[in-house]
């Protein structure tokens, strides 16, 4: 059974920075592709930015280079740096194993239970 486990809740002021972490638990396919979603109040959840078991990210456009994902595979943790965040990246945060390379929902194989993250101005 594969679980994943995203750090606690955080709060932060606007043009601040946060790091999330996902620890992922259990047997994983090995082609697998990682990534963070999101979902705002009122709003769908979207794709944050996604990862390749190769290394190679891929990021929503609206994150505008103030992201950065990462793993370890070796310890099977993923991570999403964000900077100069605003009021509007206030959302719950999903960590995600998707079955292909393709920032959709739907491709979610699994999620995590999710973290909220406040940014207050």
């Known amino acids: 059974q594969v679980q994943l486990k995203e750090s606690g809740e955080v709060s932060v002021q606007a043009g601040g920075s946060l790091k999330l972490s996902c620890v992922v638990s259990?047997?994983?396919?090995?082609?697998?592709?990682m990534a963070w979603f999101r979902q705002a109040p009122g709003k769908e959840r979207e794709a944050v930015a996604g990862?390749?078991?190769?290394?190679?990210?891929t990021y929503a456009t609206y994150t505008k280079g103030r992201f950065d994902i990462s793993q370890d595979i070796s310890v099977n943790t993923l991570w999403l740096q964000m900077d100069g965040l605003t009021p509007e990246d206030t959302a719950m945060y999903y960590c995600?194993?998707?079955?292909?390379?393709?920032?959709?929902?739907?491709?979610?194989?699994?999620w995590g239970q999710g973290t909220p993250v406040t940014v207050s101005s």
């Open positions: 995600a194993v998707l079955r292909r390379s393709q920032l959709i929902p739907r491709e979610v194989q699994y």
């Open positions: 259990g047997s994983l396919p090995a082609r697998r592709y």
């Open positions: 990862i390749s078991i190769e290394g190679v990210p």
